[in-house]
């Protein structure tokens, strides 16, 4: 049976450095840092991680800014708010949540925050950074899972890695992360052939594709260490992950449980970001 990897137990840790780094920035500045979330529509996940957002910022120390716009907002207001965000000294971070409703561009609005407030490390300036291995901000969820595999002591030098999915802010990071800690990294997506080959042959597997329990044992290799970034409900509306856990967990050796996993480093993540953007800003 494999080791749980456990993003609650990593992330308590880390928040709990977090904190006094906060309390020492606070004496030091005599301000917490500033974190800006902007959330726009009515979508309920994307409620549900504003307010988690919102609540590990207190948890933390960091003063959380919500800002909720209906539907209709225009482009141009949104736009604007960004603007004047930038400009705010007490704003250290901003983040726009997605998906943006159709009449917004989501590119416009990436591209319209200030890269030194970019928390997500979605702004091209930052992207292109992250790519040359000259970076500031390293996207949350990617940045997260190498944290977790530092913390259980995996070695991803010289290992054989397969990202599933290549989205900008998961799969496609995430291989940057790896090469530049020296994995060999296959980045596959819904175009590869014989996928089942290339995670056969792989020791670290990183899943990000949004179908559920896709990942079975027959596609992984035994001892390898694998990573679930999915969130799906499956059939009985139950939350599950990309990978299937049950079976698995039975040829791995370390893997991430859904939920309890990826997640709650992703926040935790941010939370740094955050407090690394108010130091830079304070310099
Ligand atoms: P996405 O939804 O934007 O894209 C999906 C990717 O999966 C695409 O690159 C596509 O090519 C690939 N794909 C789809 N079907 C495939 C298949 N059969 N074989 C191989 N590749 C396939 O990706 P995303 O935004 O990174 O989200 C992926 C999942 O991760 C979602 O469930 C999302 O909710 C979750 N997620 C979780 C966290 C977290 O903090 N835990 C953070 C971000 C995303």
Do not use: W
């Not at 449980?257 to 108010?278: E, R």
């Amino acid at each position: 049976m494999a080791e749980l990897i456990s993003g609650k137990i990593v992330s308590e840790k880390l928040r709990s450095e977090l904190r006094d780094e906060i309390a020492e920035f606070k004496l030091q500045c005599g301000r917490c840092p500033g974190l800006a979330v902007i959330v726009v529509g009515s979508d309920p996940a994307s409620k549900v991680y504003v307010r988690n957002k919102h609540k590990a910022c207190l948890d933390v120390g960091i003063e959380s800014y919500q800002i909720e716009y209906p539907d209709g907002i225009s482009e141009e207001e949104l736009l604007l708010k960004i603007d004047e965000l930038n400009a705010d000294t007490k704003i250290n971070g901003i983040l726009v949540q997605l998906p943006l409703p159709n009449n917004i561009s989501e590119k416009k609005v990436i591209e319209r925050i200030s890269p030194d407030k970019d928390v997500d490390a979605f702004h091209p300036a930052n992207v292109g950074r992250i790519t040359i291995g000259n970076y500031s901000f390293l996207p949350c969820t990617p940045s997260g899972i190498i944290s977790l595999l530092d913390y259980y002591g995996v070695q991803i030098s010289g290992k054989n890695c397969a990202v599933i999915g290549r989205s900008n802010i998961v799969g496609k990071p995430m291989a940057l992360l790896l090469t530049e800690r020296n994995g060999t990294v296959t980045l596959c997506h819904s175009k590869t052939q014989k996928l089942k080959e290339i995670t056969l042959n792989s020791d670290i597997i990183v899943v990000a594709i949004g179908k559920a329990e896709f990942l079975t044992a027959d596609m992984v290799k035994p001892g390898a260490v694998v990573i679930d970034v999915g969130i799906n409900r499956n059939d009985e509306g139950k939350l599950v992950g990309d990978v299937k856990f049950d079976e698995v967990s039975q040829v791995a050796s370390m893997i991430t449980p859904v939920p309890g996993g990826v997640g709650p480093m992703t926040i935790t993540t941010l939370l740094k970001n955050t407090l690394l953007a108010a130091k830079i800003q304070n310099k």
